[in-house]
């Protein structure tokens, strides 16, 4: 794993994070982003959390924009109120992972 941001992401389990993101962020690295929440979930489900950890990736750069907002409060009103919402804060991304990382 060459992204040691999992590491962080682990730390926090089992409590709740959410991890934002945009596809044209090329130094935040979206795919290695998106890989630190695949392995810190590892961690998440050992504790019994699998839906602690999410992410919400969105079109854009690297800037906090109103759908970054917009994830937070969904993720939050799900968290601390137990609403359902419609956004799917453990969809899967990047279907050639691997690809991307190597």
Do not use: K
Request: glycine share 6%; net charge negative.
């Amino acid at each position: 794993m060459p992204y040691e941001q999992h590491y962080l992401h682990a730390l926090v389990a089992p409590r709740h994070l959410l991890v934002t993101e945009a596809y044209e962020d090329p130094g935040a690295s979206p795919p290695g982003s998106y890989a630190s929440c695949q392995v810190a979930r590892r961690v998440y489900d050992f504790l019994g959390s699998p839906d602690a950890v999410g992410w919400a990736f969105r079109e854009g750069g690297h800037s906090h924009q109103v759908d970054d907002y917009a994830a937070l409060l969904a993720f939050m009103d799900r968290v601390f109120h137990g609403r359902e919402v419609r956004r799917d804060f453990q969809r899967p991304l990047f279907p050639n992972l691997d690809e991307l990382l190597s």
